[in-house]
């Protein structure tokens, strides 16, 4: 079908990643990708952002539209806006987690959460047991992302089996190599200095993880038999690294040489070559080694590179290696096995006939890798991207402002037999990304608060919830996991410190609010079990959430004195962070401003008003007013503290992106100190909160849906279309609290009015 028969053509593409001249391997494989896609297809515009490290500079060529520099927040919001501006069709991210600012790079979501192209990534590293802030960062570039590409099938098999990611949205694109024709070494050993020898290499940054070690011992052996052999070790010392310590490990190197009297056997070539250079230098050897230490490496740019020009390869089995030279293409040797080592190269280098054989199934396997196949992969792939081209909602005037009863619809739309699933596709549950226990939590303490008319439906999911919380519970390891796959498998055996403490808080909420007196039994029997290893947690926010879960089992058993002392402890571990933390400007438990704010100050009052401390409700009140200030825009409205915030220590917040969590928090907080105080104040403040999810907020643009759900956050000019579970719980959770708060005001019950509190003074 051509173009004008209805498939859309891709004109520019905005790349994202390092670039030449800085000396990296992302930084060339992103100038090489950009050099092929042109070449398949000369019309295309493909502008470089160039991903700056911080202490740098460099003289990009003109290719080079846009420098980003690390750590500047504000470079990636320009970033964002001059792709815009270009009107790219598609934006293609060479990702590595180093190369971007923030935990595991999470500033690179500043840019692809503001664009209006779809958006394509390709994973330079994919890791099995990635710590939270990468797995946070993988699985968010999958819900921005129309396509995750990797290089090799390893790659797709981690991505499935830790992350839940669909196949469908992966695609496997091996690196791209030169097409050369396969040449005999001898033709270029004269240009280096190595005629008369036969010839093993290496290339690459040096660094320890590199086993140049195991190499190097297994010298003698080899060098007994065949003193012509030379072992050459090109490359430069990583940068890192010799920023560390300069070339103290490269010394190490040639010390260990001449201590195994090989010396003269080893050439070490310090630099950062060329692409023509390097390519005539692995053309002049006769056998390409890898000996590295590490499994877990999903893709080499030379080994490939030595596979496509017809080496003989000789590797230990790291992921891409293991895969790439499967069925006679290279020999695999286990990690730091000298002796193994000097086997199969003997081996080779003895029985030419093999030695030719193996390069010529290498040489075969490199004609389906170049550089003109993998554009034509990218660019079938950019094709494809352009119908997932996000959908943006028009700005309009919020209309009415009349609170929304609190409804089921949204969060049983999300919800199935196993749980509450974490993310959406717009309204539809996202399957790929399973669940979490704590949105699980959340779903369950919402089913406490439901209006009498929804008692039976929410009761019933209650359960489902629970179930979904005790399964989470890992006795043998005092913890709660948190992710869950669709296949109901769970991703790793222990979760968060907030995890455990949401779970901790919603098995206390069900002891206190729940309607079923089986589970009311259920919540206080795993509470028994759980609540003691709470008092090991280091995190503020863990600490306040388990406050709260042992707040509501006194509330209903007040001789629980586990449940006082859980109290009184983080209580008192709040109040001793507030001292540390605090200035003259700066009234707040840490020297930075985060997620799920309003609850710190909302535990001191839990503490102070269940408890009978003054001084605790005193320091409540204090550092809420402090926040709520911060959290009010020059317009008089709610203005969430942004997450382009995190991590700025003492210095105002950044008004974007704005999370709906963060405005239920401060309904909640402020609620409580209205019910507490009686202070006209706090109701305005939780009005004010709550006016936010219906549009009135910096944007204007409403995050309620009509149905009852919510859309996952607010932009600097747009929402976020996506409902997932977070943000529609958190929108119910608000709608029930101020139906509370009115329905006290009028001097109603509902099935959800708390314990009636102590008044302060």
Request: proline share 5%.
């Amino acid at each position: 079908m051509s173009e004008g028969q209805g498939i859309k053509s891709v004109r520019r593409i905005a790349m994202i990643g390092n670039s030449l001249p800085r000396l990296c391997g992302i930084a060339t494989y992103t100038t090489h990708v950009r050099d092929a896609m042109i070449a398949h297809k000369p019309e295309l515009a493909a502008d470089l952002y160039a991903m700056t490290d911080p202490g740098s500079t460099y003289a990009y060529g003109p290719e080079v539209v846009c420098e980003i520099a690390q750590e500047e927040v504000s470079d990636y919001h320009l970033a964002a806006q001059r792709i815009n501006d270009s009107e790219a069709d598609v934006v293609l991210v060479q990702h590595e987690y180093g190369i971007f600012g923030d935990h595991a790079g999470a500033h690179l979501l500043k840019v692809l959460n503001r664009v209006e192209a779809p958006v394509v990534v390709v994973l330079h590293t994919v890791l099995e047991e990635p710590n939270a802030d990468q797995r946070a960062v993988i699985e968010a570039l999958a819900r921005r992302a129309s396509t995750l590409i990797v290089m090799a099938e390893k790659g797709k098999d981690i991505l499935r089996r830790v992350h839940g990611i669909a196949a469908s949205l992966i695609a496997v694109v091996p690196h791209g190599v030169p097409d050369r024709p396969m040449t005999d070494p001898a033709m270029f050993k004269p240009r280096f200095g190595f005629a008369g020898h036969r010839v093993l290499l290496t290339f690459g940054l040096l660094s320890p993880n590199k086993g140049i070690e195991t190499m190097i011992r297994a010298l003698p052996a080899l060098t007994a038999t065949r003193p012509d052999l030379l072992y050459v070790v090109l490359g430069a010392t990583h940068p890192h690294l010799v920023a560390r310590e300069g070339e103290v490990y490269r010394d190490s190197l040639k010390a260990l040489a001449g201590e195994l009297g090989v010396s003269d056997n080893i050439r070490f070539i310090d630099g950062f070559l060329e692409q023509e250079d390097l390519l005539d230098y692995l053309s002049a050897a006769d056998i390409y080694v890898t000996p590295y230490l590490n499994a877990a490496q999903i893709t080499s740019g030379t080994l490939s590179y030595a596979v496509a020009l017809g080496r003989a390869v000789v590797s230990t089995p790291y992921w891409h290696a293991e895969e790439l030279l499967a069925d006679g293409v290279g020999a695999l040797i286990d990690f730091g096995s000298s002796d193994g080592f000097a086997r199969a190269i003997g081996g080779l280098l003895d029985d030419p006939q093999r030695l030719l054989a193996m390069r010529e199934r290498a040489y075969d396997v490199g004609r389906g890798m170049t550089w003109d196949m993998l554009a034509d992969a990218y660019l079938r792939i950019c094709t494809r991207a352009l119908d997932r081209k996000p959908v943006r909602l028009k700005r309009k005037r919020p209309g009415r402002l009349d609170p929304v009863t609190p409804r089921l619809d949204a969060v049983e739309r999300l919800s199935d037999g196993t749980g509450i699933i974490q993310h959406s596709i717009f309204s539809v549950p996202d399957r790929d990304h399973g669940y979490c226990v704590d949105d699980n939590c959340r779903a369950l303490m919402l089913m406490h608060r439901m209006p009498a008319a929804d008692a039976e439906r929410a009761d019933a999911l209650a359960t489902v919830y629970a179930s979904f919380v005790q399964h989470a519970w890992n006795g043998d390891q005092g913890r709660f996991r948190n992710f869950m796959g669709f296949d109901r498998s769970w991703l790793e055996a222990v979760g968060s410190e907030d995890s455990f403490g949401r779970s901790l808080w919603s098995i206390g909420d069900t002891v206190q609010r729940g309607r079923i007196p089986e589970l009311k039994r259920w919540a206080l029997h795993l509470f028994d079990q759980v609540a003691p290893s709470a008092l090991a947690l280091g995190s503020q926010r863990a600490w306040a959430f388990c406050l709260f879960g042992a707040e509501s089992v006194l509330r209903s058993h007040p001789s629980h004195e586990l449940a006082r002392t859980l109290v009184r402890t983080f209580a008192d571990r709040l109040m001793t962070q507030l001292a540390v933390a605090r200035r003259d400007d700066w009234a707040w438990f840490e020297a930075t401003l985060a997620y799920d704010n309003a609850r710190l100050p909302e535990a001191l009052l839990r503490a102070g008003d269940v408890l009978g401390d003054q001084a605790l409700i005193d320091a409540g009140l204090e550092t809420l007013a402090w926040i709520d200030a911060v959290q009010t825009n020059p317009a008089g409205q709610f203005r969430a503290v942004g997450t382009d915030s995190f991590g700025r220590e003492y210095r105002p917040p950044l008004p974007y992106d704005q999370q709906p969590l963060e405005a239920w928090a401060s309904l909640d907080a402020t609620a409580l100190a209205y019910s507490i105080t009686g202070d006209a104040r706090w109701a305005a403040a939780a009005e004010r909160a709550y006016r936010w999810y219906l549009g009135d907020n910096d944007v204007g643009l409403p995050l309620a849906s009509d149905d009852g759900g919510c859309f996952d956050g607010l932009m600097s000019d747009r929402i976020n279309m996506n409902q997932g579970a977070e943000s529609v719980l958190a929108f119910q959770f608000a709608c029930c609290t101020i139906a509370e708060m009115h329905a006290a005001g009028r001097g109603e019950e509902t099935p959800a009015t708390p314990v009636k509190t102590l008044k302060a003074g």
